[in-house]
């Protein structure tokens, strides 16, 4: 298994324990992505788990069938667009394809109880793949976050720490556990879990017949999925599966945009937003742990991050489950954005829809 660097001080990954983040405090990442290998594909495992030697041959399978989500043709006005069904996965998101690698790299560690923080998404997928490894679980959550996404982390053991306040208050709560020499399984800041979600990328390349699309449209909080996205295509055309990667658009709420603030002042720092109270929960995150590297990436005309206001946002909420897929307000986004994208950017598009609908109390 290839392991990650520190991006501050270049300490690789140590080969013992599972920290979140170097000792000099900055984040890891991959130096070289893994590699594609499509001989290797397609073998005895199925899902997500078919690329398992491009995610890391080594790792043992913790798996609840995550992947092979469905990719499904609209029709918006006169153009076809093309919508990945990610929030069929076994939790009810994308996440289940990082839970997915990042519990199957904390078994192959020996680790046995994990803390981890979360609007919600990643709180429940990380608590239902503990639980399938026999990991204890403690997910730090903001107060406000939904009902049945709570439940649901309730009912797969994992204990819950409702924390008052803004999101960014759930995350210092865990750093304070992470202190007492807890392993912190940070979905954000641990590298492991963008080879999962680099399979979306492999996913819809075969969907399509072996071909690129044109444009791919994710939500943006952190920035593991766009990020994932873009290393995963890389990785497509290094390989020669492809010849040309896609133009990506990174969808932040207007209400806590500070990747979209960045891009649209041409610059590499990232400003602290106030935070509001968008219904987009799974994007407001006002300290994006990838969101410099998703900058960095776009850069050269390869891509760009738009802003949704929420009235758009609840509209495209209610549009889009009128035509039979049922997602949460973060999913929408897509949605929300897609008369700004689809004349002005490269055909066929392909948006991810992150989340299920049940997920929300809207």
């Given amino acids: 298994m290839i392991l ?13 324990g599972a920290p979140f983040q170097c000792s000099c405090g900055g984040v890891y990442d991959y130096v070289e992505f893994p590699q594609f290998k499509p001989a290797s594909t397609g073998a005895s495992q199925k899902g997500l788990w078919k690329y398992h030697s491009s995610i890391g041959e ?63 998404n990643a709180g429940a997928s990380f608590a239902a793949y503990a639980a399938r490894a026999g990991i204890r679980a403690q997910i730090f959550i903001p107060s406000t976050a939904s009902g049945p996404k709570r439940k649901q ?11 008052p306040g803004a999101r960014i208050e759930a995350s210092k709560a865990v750093l304070q556990a992470a202190a007492q020499n807890k392993v912190y399984a940070s ?15 492999y996913e819809i390349v075969d969907q399509l017949g072996g071909k690129a699309p044109g444009t791919v449209v994710a939500p943006l ?15 497509l055309r290094k390989a020669a599966v492809v010849i040309n990667e896609p133009f990506y658009v990174g969808l932040q709420s207007a209400g806590c945009a500070p990747v979209y603030e960045a891009y649209q002042k041409h610059e590499m720092t990232l400003r602290e937003p106030a935070e509001s109270d968008t219904i987009a929960e799974g994007v407001r995150v006002s300290h994006p742990v990838r969101g410099l590297a998703i900058l960095a990436a776009l850069q050269n005309n390869r891509g760009c991050v738009l802003a949704v206001a929420d009235d758009s946002l609840l509209a495209a909420y209610r549009d889009i489950a009128k035509r039979g897929f049922f997602v949460e307000p973060t999913a929408a986004l897509g949605w929300a954005a897609l008369p700004k994208i689809i004349e002005k950017y490269p055909g066929p598009v392909v948006v991810v829809l992150t989340g299920s609908g049940y997920k929300t109390e809207i």
Wanted: hydrophobic share 40%; charged share 15%; glycine share 14%.
């Fill in 221 to 235: 909080g952190h920035g593991g999925l766009l990020y994932g996205l873009i290393q995963g295509f890389a990785a």
């Fill in 187 to 201: 979905h954000a800041c641990m590298p492991f879990g963008l080879t999962g979600i680099a399979t979306i990328a």
């Fill in 58 to 120: 080594d790792l043992p399978v913790i798996t609840l069938g995550e992947g092979n989500t469905p990719l499904v043709e609209v029709k918006l006005g006169s153009q076809s667009v093309w919508l990945k069904l990610e929030y069929l996965n076994p939790s009810g998101s994308y996440k289940d394809r990082g839970s997915a690698v990042l519990t199957s790299f904390l078994v192959s560690r020996g680790v046995t109880s994990a803390v981890e923080d979360s609007s919600g």
């Fill in 153 to 163: 982390i309730e009912l797969y053991g994992a204990k819950i720490e409702s924390i």
């Fill in 4 to 16: 990650p660097v520190c991006t501050r001080c270049g300490k690789p990954y140590p080969l013992q």
